[in-house]
């Protein structure tokens, strides 16, 4: 059992389990019944998305490859992972990947600066059993 961190709407892989999407909004477009058919997730899990105002310099980071700001940006959204109940949740995902397989991502094409690269690490610190990314 374990856990692995995915591109929503990259094909799934065995042992995948549930597909929890951690993003702030569904993708545009894609009818709520298609989002597992479609290899986006079975569930939403917004929990676990950055705000809406982190959201906005995640994107600008991406949009300009400016390096400076992710330092800022990870700061800020392990401030958002350690309030209580995102701590509850972290902690729930990571006693499930010791029963059962589950999976947790986002849109983004690289996990290098990504929000799910820092779900990895603060799954990874509670002893979750978390699979090794993909090279």
């Not at 894609?30 to 597992?36: E, F, R």
């Not at 400016?66 to 701590?87: C, G, H, I, N, Q």
């Not at 094409?109 to 690490?121: F, M, P």
Request: glycine share 6%; hydrophobic share 40%; proline share 7%.
């Amino acid at each position: 059992m374990s856990i692995r961190i995915v591109r929503l709407g990259s094909p799934r892989q065995p042992g995948e389990g549930l597909r929890l999407g951690t993003v702030r909004r569904p993708p545009r477009g894609v009818a709520k019944a298609d989002y597992a058919r479609l290899d986006y997730f079975d569930v939403w899990f917004p929990n676990l998305a950055p705000s809406a105002e982190l959201l906005k310099q995640f994107r600008v980071m991406l949009a300009t490859h400016d390096e400076v700001l992710w330092p800022t940006v990870k700061r800020r959204f392990l401030a958002e992972m350690a309030e209580p109940a995102a701590s509850r949740d972290l902690d729930l995902l990571a006693a499930l990947s010791h029963r059962t397989d589950v999976s947790v991502g986002c849109y983004c094409d690289s996990e290098h600066h990504c929000h799910r690269s820092i779900l990895r690490e603060l799954l990874q610190a509670r002893g979750a059993d978390v699979v090794a990314p993909e090279a």
